[in-house]
């Protein structure tokens, strides 16, 4: 960001056009300016004062750390393998899980390896950041890469790479530190042009907790975990934050030299491209994606240098995306909708495609807003000590044990507790009630349940018990029915409940009840 900044600040506007921004205008200009989409919602860049701010906003976390986010949600980041600090997201409730795979990857470079425990058996997996480069494996074009430099270099030329001042660029360095000695090509020098080359060296020796196992390990030798510390203490590398400053002392050719910005629209690129153009025995290498390179130098036209195009792009390729996508098993997958067709210049490869998923695909495109298919149906409620310490389970099986709860629930910072319940000040206010109305209350509180099923024989002994001897069974395949012949009355038993009828006699009734209450497990 701070990059964009001071490369947009060396380039001032005395004006600000604006009318190509219409519509009218827009549809006239030669492609791809003519496709461009949004045009009257852009902005001025932001400035350096803006990119601060923004980084005070910021909480820094570390992998696996669980955040919670005003008690509904916990959020965990975890490492995604593609470059220092880079991450995967877990969005928790306590009872519903979405995933967001961002950039990742599954190669072994500096980074801390990708990490897919917690992502796993998601309600929902958000997947973006699939490489840009379907067709190019990434060790091949490193080979390539340091291949074409190796031979320009050798017949006295120099060796431009267009970049970004960190992610990639480490490798590169790692991979030339060796590969220029095997070559005997150590007299060559490498210069870094960048407004933040220099804290862009330090930073990536400082955390270590975001590097590769082997890379931490050198932290506490104590060595630089980066073989371009190495570099730069012998002078082979040397960084500055422009061409102006303190570069012409030692620049010496024939070199390589790292500069941005790799879509050669600013930056300390174009004044090389300017300069060595006109060479044949001079070479470009592209080695990102995100821009085609033919539009990269159409400007700079007609161009006497060689241009190669070396794209490492170390991100999950479709195969990868697939395999990882039946590793995780979401219930719903959310991609872009570019995702499920094959690119343009390669119709004809259905494999560069998200396909074969055993579950739900949603598929969203620029811009456009996404509803998941997730929802939350439970909450989690914590019993309070107190009205933990009041409970009186009763085993129901073996093993399994009920209780009834009566509290108050209490809801704070999005977490809900329940707490015992306190007497309202109607209660309060009427000591002197009846001993009748308190027993009610008190009956209230003590509210019982019944659970289980009445055997007949149980009952017949109950009832025997009270008096009640004179009894007739019925059985049949819907329950049973117990005729009590001396008091005319009828006890029925299925599976939807028990009926008593006794016209009226409430002290059989009463002792029935009883009787039944002694057959069946209360709680």
């Given at each position: 960001?701070?990059?964009?900044?001071?490369?947009?600040?060396?380039?001032?506007?005395?004006?600000?056009?604006?009318?190509?921004?219409?519509?009218?205008?827009?549809?006239?200009?030669?492609?791809?300016?003519?496709?461009?989409?949004?045009?009257?919602?852009?902005?001025?860049?932001?400035?350096?004062?803006?990119?601060?701010?923004?980084?005070?906003?910021?909480?820094?976390?570390?992998?696996?750390?669980?955040?919670?986010?005003?008690?509904?949600?916990?959020?965990?980041?975890?490492?995604?393998?593609?470059?220092?600090?880079?991450?995967?997201?877990?969005?928790?409730?306590?009872?519903?899980?979405?995933?967001?795979?961002?950039?990742?990857?599954?190669?072994?470079?500096?980074?801390?390896?990708?990490?897919?425990?917690?992502?796993?058996?998601?309600?929902?997996?958000?997947?973006?950041?699939?490489?840009?480069?379907?067709?190019?494996?990434?060790?091949?074009?490193?080979?390539?890469?340091?291949?074409?430099?190796?031979?320009?270099?050798?017949?006295?030329?120099?060796?431009?790479?267009?970049?970004?001042?960190?992610?990639?660029?480490?490798?590169?360095?790692?991979?030339?530190?060796?590969?220029?000695?095997?070559?005997?090509?150590?007299?060559?020098?490498?210069?870094?042009?960048?407004?933040?080359?220099?804290?862009?060296?330090?930073?990536?020796?400082?955390?270590?907790?975001?590097?590769?196992?082997?890379?931490?390990?050198?932290?506490?030798?104590?060595?630089?975990?980066?073989?371009?510390?190495?570099?730069?203490?012998?002078?082979?590398?040397?960084?500055?934050?422009?061409?102006?400053?303190?570069?012409?002392?030692?620049?010496?050719?024939?070199?390589?030299?790292?500069?941005?910005?790799?879509?050669?629209?600013?930056?300390?690129?174009?004044?090389?491209?300017?300069?060595?153009?006109?060479?044949?025995?001079?070479?470009?290498?592209?080695?990102?994606?995100?821009?085609?390179?033919?539009?990269?130098?159409?400007?700079?036209?007609?161009?006497?240098?060689?241009?190669?195009?070396?794209?490492?792009?170390?991100?999950?390729?479709?195969?990868?995306?697939?395999?990882?996508?039946?590793?995780?098993?979401?219930?719903?997958?959310?991609?872009?909708?570019?995702?499920?067709?094959?690119?343009?210049?390669?119709?004809?490869?259905?494999?560069?495609?998200?396909?074969?998923?055993?579950?739900?695909?949603?598929?969203?495109?620029?811009?456009?807003?996404?509803?998941?298919?997730?929802?939350?149906?439970f909450e989690k409620v914590v019993l309070s000590n107190e009205l933990?310490?009041?409970?009186?389970?009763?085993?129901?099986?073996?093993?399994?044990?009920?209780?009834?709860?009566?509290?108050?629930?209490?809801s704070k910072d999005n977490r809900y507790t329940l707490e015992p319940?306190?007497?309202?000040?109607?209660?309060?206010?009427?000591?002197?009630?009846?001993?009748?109305?308190?027993?009610?209350?008190?009956?209230?509180?003590?509210?019982?349940?019944?659970?289980?099923?009445?055997?007949?024989?149980?009952?017949?002994?109950?009832?025997?018990?009270?008096?009640?001897?004179?009894?007739?069974?019925?059985?049949?395949?819907?329950?049973?029915?117990?005729?009590?012949?001396?008091?005319?009355?009828?006890?029925?038993?299925?599976?939807?409940?028990?009926?008593?009828?006794?016209?009226?006699?409430?002290?059989?009734?009463?002792?029935?009840?009883?009787?039944?209450?002694?057959?069946?497990?209360?709680?």
């Amino acid at each position: 960001m701070l990059e964009m900044v001071v490369y947009a600040e060396r380039v001032p506007r005395i004006s600000k056009g604006e009318m190509w921004r219409e519509r009218e205008v827009l549809r006239c200009l030669p492609s791809p300016l003519c496709d461009l989409k949004g045009a009257k919602s852009w902005r001025p860049l932001y400035s350096k004062h803006d990119v601060k701010a923004a980084i005070s906003k910021i909480q820094n976390v570390g992998y696996s750390e669980r955040i919670d986010l005003y008690g509904i949600l916990k959020l965990t980041a975890l490492s995604s393998g593609f470059c220092v600090g880079s991450c995967n997201w877990v969005i928790e409730s306590d009872y519903e899980k979405v995933s967001y795979v961002s950039c990742s990857s599954t190669f072994t470079t500096h980074p801390l390896p990708m990490d897919q425990s917690l992502l796993k058996s998601s309600d929902a997996l958000i997947l973006t950041g699939v490489t840009e480069a379907p067709t190019a494996n990434p060790d091949a074009m490193l080979g390539d890469f340091c291949n074409n430099l190796a031979t320009t270099l050798k017949n006295g030329g120099n060796v431009l790479v267009p970049c970004w001042p960190s992610g990639v660029l480490y490798d590169l360095f790692e991979c030339l530190y060796s590969y220029m000695d095997n070559a005997s090509l150590t007299s060559i020098p490498f210069y870094f042009i960048s407004p933040v080359a220099d804290s862009s060296l330090a930073y990536s020796n400082i955390f270590a907790e975001w590097l590769c196992q082997s890379k931490q390990s050198k932290v506490y030798l104590p060595e630089a975990p980066f073989p371009h510390a190495e570099l730069v203490k012998s002078g082979r590398l040397k960084h500055f934050p422009s061409i102006h400053d303190g570069l012409n002392s030692c620049f010496k050719t024939p070199c390589v030299v790292f500069a941005g910005h790799p879509s050669l629209r600013f930056g300390d690129v174009v004044h090389f491209i300017e300069l060595w153009g006109k060479s044949s025995g001079n070479t470009i290498i592209f080695t990102e994606p995100e821009f085609p390179y033919l539009e990269a130098l159409a400007p700079f036209q007609p161009l006497a240098m060689k241009a190669c195009y070396c794209p490492i792009d170390p991100r999950l390729n479709f195969t990868q995306a697939n395999k990882l996508i039946r590793e995780l098993q979401p219930g719903h997958l959310a991609i872009p909708e570019a995702y499920t067709r094959a690119p343009d210049l390669l119709p004809h490869r259905t494999d560069l495609i998200i396909q074969d998923t055993e579950c739900k695909i949603s598929t969203f495109s620029f811009l456009e807003a996404l509803s998941l298919p997730v929802s939350r149906q439970f909450e989690k409620v914590v019993l309070s000590n107190e009205l933990a310490n009041n409970l009186h389970p009763q085993e129901v099986r073996p093993g399994i044990a009920v209780a009834t709860v009566t509290g108050t629930l209490v809801s704070k910072d999005n977490r809900y507790t329940l707490e015992p319940l306190e007497l309202s000040e109607i209660d309060v206010e009427k000591p002197q009630e009846s001993n009748a109305a308190a027993e009610r209350h008190t009956d209230r509180q003590k509210s019982c349940h019944l659970w289980g099923s009445v055997m007949v024989e149980d009952l017949l002994q109950s009832l025997a018990k009270r008096g009640i001897c004179d009894v007739q069974v019925e059985s049949n395949q819907g329950g049973h029915t117990l005729h009590l012949a001396q008091d005319d009355a009828m006890i029925q038993l299925d599976a939807s409940g028990t009926h008593i009828i006794t016209h009226g006699n409430e002290a059989l009734r009463i002792n029935i009840r009883d009787s039944l209450l002694e057959c069946v497990t209360q709680f």
